[in-house]
């Protein structure tokens, strides 16, 4: 059923013409949509917040065994925009700072009857060329808060639209009937699975800058910095990959072992397969920060070692010159008894021997690899 629902959720992603900004409803700058399910079918046409709270909790009251939910998505609301629904649905203070306030910690808290989750979505950033300024990866933000009979998601972000996922979800009433927390699953599925496939794609950049520097020109010049620049940019945009990944890992594996009271127990072991998926990606970004030291390490040793090739030439050049300068120096002395000064084959024969010295040095330079 999960695999269906990810193909689903893919399906509906590719009918989606701009993920980054939804359409926005009669219902308010912030409210994306607010619809009500029952028994795992939505309810026909949309209705403020109040008369669909109205509607679900008079159809549960009437069948105490029903799954009747509403479930309102916001883009990015103010603090008043979000007023009015926490007054609605009796929300505790801090779930409302924490909805509103983005740049949250990813974390899973229980307030009262409420459960908030902050997950921090993540997309990659498209780019022709990785270079020292690009960026690699998008950060936003979306947050959970489920009830008994509401949910209420709240994204920030150009990306991680939940649209597709809401299609994808209507596709399988079975998975909507087991409630709320069956959203807070789907949900928690969908940002892994974008991790995935951001991890995916930041290792075709790390394979590109691994290429490049164990090329023939790697280490020289410009080349060589720019290397250098390309993988401290990789680290630090894997960096915040990891802050937005890593402290999902204690509250997505207590949803799925830890009995909790608005988690419906069919769906716990769906949060198992979740949390499997999520270390798989802090694996994939431990196993990439270190390959990336071990890049990076390799690349400074490169550097090194044309630094000394040069300074070897530098040096073998320097004791070639340094024949001819210290026999014109010796002959360029003032002093009138110098020998051979006046010698008629003097100055072929001083030359012919600052030649066949420098030749001779040159030559040993080259056997012993300096030149």
């Not at 629904?85 to 910690?105: C, I, K, M, Q, W």
């Not at 290397?227 to 945009?237: F, M, P, S, T, V």
């Not at 070897?312 to 320097?318: L, M, N, S, V, Y």
Request: some cysteine; overall charge negative.
């Amino acid at each position: 059923m999960i695999r269906n629902l990810r193909r689903a959720v893919r399906r509906a992603y590719r009918r989606t013409v701009d993920l980054s900004h939804p359409a926005r409803s009669p219902l308010g700058s912030a409210v994306v949509n607010c619809v009500g399910y029952t028994d795992g079918v939505r309810q026909a046409g949309s209705c403020p917040a109040e008369e669909a709270l109205r509607r679900v909790r008079k159809e549960n009251s009437a069948d105490p065994a029903g799954s009747s939910f509403v479930w309102i998505g916001l883009h990015e609301p103010t603090h008043e925009e979000f007023t009015g629904l926490a007054e609605l649905f009796g929300l505790h203070p801090l779930t409302v700072e924490d909805a509103v306030n983005a740049h949250s910690r990813p974390k899973v808290v229980r307030y009262d009857d409420t459960l908030l989750a902050v997950f921090k979505t993540v997309g990659y950033a498209e780019h022709d060329q990785l270079t020292a300024t690009s960026q690699v990866v998008e950060t936003g933000e979306i947050t959970v808060i489920t009830g008994r009979d509401f949910v209420i998601t709240i994204r920030y972000g150009r990306h991680g639209s939940l649209g597709p996922l809401r299609e994808a979800l209507e596709t399988v009433p079975d998975q909507l009937t087991k409630g709320p927390s069956s959203v807070l699953h789907a949900v928690a599925d969908f940002v892994v699975d974008e991790y995935l496939a951001v991890a995916d794609a930041v290792q075709d950049d790390i394979d590109a800058v691994e290429t490049a520097v164990f090329s023939e020109h790697a280490g020289r010049g410009d080349v060589g910095r720019g290397e250098a620049g390309r993988i401290y940019q990789l680290k630090r945009e894997l960096l915040e990959f990891k802050r937005a990944v890593s402290p999902l890992n204690r509250p997505l594996e207590s949803l799925a072992t830890q009995p909790a009271l608005l988690i419906a127990p069919e769906i716990r072991p769906y949060f198992r397969d979740v949390s499997d998926h999520l270390a798989r990606v802090n694996e994939q970004i431990n196993e990439y920060d270190s390959l990336l030291d071990s890049i990076l390490q390799a690349h400074l040793a490169q550097m090194t070692v044309a630094q000394n090739e040069d300074m070897r030439k530098i040096t073998a050049w320097a004791a070639i010159v340094a024949v001819p300068t210290m026999v014109c120096g010796v002959y360029g002395m003032n002093f009138e008894h110098v020998p051979e000064l006046r010698w008629t084959y003097g100055y072929p024969v001083v030359l012919g021997v600052i030649a066949v010295s420098c030749f001779v040095i040159h030559r040993g330079f080259r056997r012993n690899g300096w030149l």
